[in-house]
């Protein structure tokens, strides 16, 4: 007969870091293995920071896996509390005794098998240990939470720092001898040449007021401008992020061009607009897919009516491209777009500054480095994304603007010192004051 007390041998203790490890956990033994030793619960909040040590450290140390697979940590890290969990179990539960169940099929002829009833043992009689249960409970629940804290957090500041580490050194690097020259419009400056508003600041000794309209790209634009164009310009920031042409539902780009230029009129604008608007449009209650007819209609309209209310209070428009993105299904959209504004702009009469080449490398690929000019030696010139550029890159792609603006201010000042009246000569004789003889 079968003794009773007689069960499956205890489950062999599996490493919790042998499966975040990917190895295989050990062989069940043959023998029975003695229950672990209780664990006292003045333990559990240290082991688990150690856990969470650990975890953190085994992910920096090989950290191959994005911070999209963090649920699968999550299942890993309920594994490793489940192991926590069985050995305050086993020592703290009370022995359950289960009869053997008889076969389905009794053979005929044999004896029936007599299991002798088993009665609980007394209250009196139980373990201590099971009473501070529910206060062990409590902490592993409390230590669980700084596990995940500490692991998760660790990850996934681990992964954003990696993003802002420097770029490993390309080898080799492709980097162009000189800085091409920007490609501009065949345009003139503007069908009036010389507003009258800037002529009128120029006479008076005014500062020329330097306006910078645009998405991110129109924020570094508007940085590197600050820095290129000399102190007699005032450079004003009308510029902010995750806007454009497309996204009239969330902020209309007209409405806060009225607003801002109601207190503060500019001499010279400067939009660089697009990096957002590679998407549909909306307008009058339907959708136009990028680039089809209706997304062109709407947007050249939207574009249209920007430039008018600055040529409007006497404003000197330009337009600035875009540079390579790395991507390159984003950079052929890119691409198409500026073409689209390219040709809206020479409609409209305005200079349009294409700075792609500047942002190329010789052989007309994107290139984190680029070469200063005067130097072979390569910079950084864009950001971890691909899409936007560094403090170097916006003042490599600015460059072109600040000189045409400088150029255009220069002839400016000509065109008002031809018309200047000339002054006649007073002669000694004529003069106020002059001795007679």
Not at 408 to 433: F, W
Request: charged share 20%; with cysteine; net charge negative.
């Amino acid at each position: 007969m079968a003794d009773p007390t007689d069960g499956p041998p205890p489950r062999a203790p599996t490493s919790f870091f042998s499966r975040l490890r990917r190895v295989a956990p050990a062989a069940v033994p043959e023998a029975p293995a003695a229950p672990p030793p209780p664990v006292p619960p003045e333990d559990f909040e240290a082991r688990l920071t150690a856990m969470a040590a650990e975890i953190t450290a085994a992910y920096v140390a090989g950290n191959k896996t994005p911070v999209g697979d963090i649920p699968d940590i999550f299942r890993i890290v309920r594994a490793g509390l489940a192991e926590l969990r069985e050995p305050v179990e086993e020592a703290e539960a009370e022995p359950v005794f289960t009869p053997p169940t008889p076969p389905a099929e009794a053979v005929e002829g044999a004896a029936p098998v007599v299991v002798p009833e088993i009665a609980p043992a007394p209250i009196a009689a139980r373990p201590p240990a099971a009473r501070p249960l529910l206060p062990a409970w409590l902490m592993l629940d409390r230590a669980a939470v700084l596990l995940i804290g500490v692991a998760v957090g660790a990850m996934i500041g681990y992964a954003f720092l990696s993003q802002n580490l420097p770029p490993p050194a390309k080898t080799p690097v492709t980097v162009a001898a000189a800085a091409p020259p920007a490609q501009i419009s065949a345009t003139l400056d503007c069908p009036i040449p010389f507003t009258p508003h800037l002529l009128q600041d120029i006479s008076a000794g005014q500062p020329i007021t330097v306006g910078v309209f645009g998405d991110s790209f129109g924020d570094g634009v508007w940085a590197a401008l600050y820095h290129l164009l000399p102190k007699n310009y005032h450079v004003l920031r009308f510029s902010k992020e995750s806007t454009g042409f497309t996204r009239y539902a969330s902020d209309n780009l007209e409405d806060k061009e009225h607003d801002q230029l109601s207190g503060q009129p500019v001499d010279i604008a400067v939009i660089d607009f697009g990096a957002n608007d590679t998407q549909g449009i909306y307008d009058g209650g339907h959708a136009f897919a990028l680039l089809s007819d209706g997304w062109r209609r709407v947007y050249g309209a939207r574009m249209d009516r920007f430039v008018s209310v600055l040529r409007e209070q006497g404003a000197m428009v330009y337009w600035v491209g875009l540079p390579i993105m790395r991507k390159p299904e984003y950079d052929s959209q890119i691409s198409d777009m500026l073409a689209f504004y390219d040709q809206r702009m020479t409609a409209l009469g305005v200079p349009y500054i294409d700075v792609r080449k500047l942002s190329e490398d010789s052989s007309g690929a994107f290139n984190d480095y680029l070469p200063t000019p005067g130097s072979q030696d390569p910079k950084l010139m864009r950001a971890n994304d691909g899409i936007h550029m560094t403090m170097a890159g916006y003042e490599r792609i600015a460059a072109p603007v600040a000189a045409r603006i400088q150029d255009y201010v220069t002839r400016a000042k000509a065109t008002l010192a031809i018309d200047a009246p000339a002054t006649p000569a007073v002669s000694a004789a004529a003069a106020p004051g002059a001795p007679t003889s």
